[in-house]
T-cell receptor, first 114, second 110 residues
Framework: GAGVSQSPRYKVAKRGQDVALRCDPISGHVSLFWYQQALGQGPEFLTYFQNEAQLDKSGLPSDRFFAERPEGSVSTLKIQRTQQEDSAVYLC????????????FGQGTRLTVV | ELKVEQNPLFLSMQEGKNYTIYCNYSTTSDRLYWYRQDPGKSLESLFVLLSNGAVKQEGRLMASLDTKARLSTLHITAAVHDLSATYFCAVSFGNEKLTFGTGTRLTIIP
């Protein structure tokens, strides 16, 4: 497709359940980012990949959060033992290269932990 | 730590009026972005500002950047209903990680 694609669009998880969120970046985009957006707030950075290398994971809120991009294309954000405070929209963005290039955002996955 | 503040957080204005949204950031940045977000939708890029004094305009929206004051403004001219949305500014320095403001929820009243 032409844009960043995320799946699922909506996910309801019971507290304690593990979830996996998928991001398909724009083809050829080197950089990939995950952000967390709580209700009524701005997005907050989680982690950043350049190709398959995870260069910055300083925003991951706990060791229950894990992200990977094994082949430098599709990325998965995994949350283990979900908690209610994990409820948010998870946004993925990709950009063509490092440096002064614009990032394009996907539509996000809305995670609700009940 | 880079911090970004926007004001106002909420803005209700009548069609045809002008208004300005402000974005202050705490440390040196090499890029400033303005995004629009409609309810339940993703972020749409509006402007990228790279240098001091940069001004960009698209339709009824105009963005400017003062790097010395660490301030950007988004000016809305003669507002129309379809500009109703939440507007975010975001800054970055070095790598492309973005730090977002809390957003300004704009409602245009007919």
């Amino acid at each position: 497709g032409a844009g960043v694609s995320q799946s699922p669009r909506y996910k309801v998880a019971k507290r304690g359940q593990d979830v996996a969120l998928r991001c398909d970046p724009i083809s050829g985009h080197v950089s990939l980012f995950w952000y967390q957006q709580a209700l009524g707030q701005g997005p907050e950075f989680l982690t950043y990949f350049q190709n398959e290398a995870q260069l910055d994971k300083s925003g991951l809120p706990s060791d229950r959060f894990f992200a990977e991009r094994p082949e430098g294309s599709v990325s998965t954000l995994k949350i283990q033992r979900t908690q209610q405070e994990d409820s948010a929209v998870y946004l993925c963005a990709s950009s063509l290269a490092t440096g002064l290039t614009e990032a394009f955002f996907g539509q996000g996955t809305r995670l609700t932990v009940v | 730590e880079l911090k970004v503040e926007q004001n106002p957080l909420f803005l209700s204005m009548q069609e045809g009026k002008n208004y300005t949204i402000y974005c202050n950031y705490s440390t040196t940045s090499d890029r400033l972005y303005w995004y629009r977000q409609d309810p339940g939708k993703s972020l749409e890029s509006l402007f990228v500002l790279l240098s001091n004094g940069a001004v960009k305009q698209e339709g009824r929206l105009m963005a400017s950047l003062d790097t010395k004051a660490r301030l950007s403004t988004l000016h809305i001219t003669a507002a129309v209903h379809d500009l109703s949305a939440t507007y975010f500014c975001a800054v970055s320095f070095g790598n492309e990680k973005l730090t977002f403001g809390t957003g300004t929820r704009l409602t245009i009243i007919p």
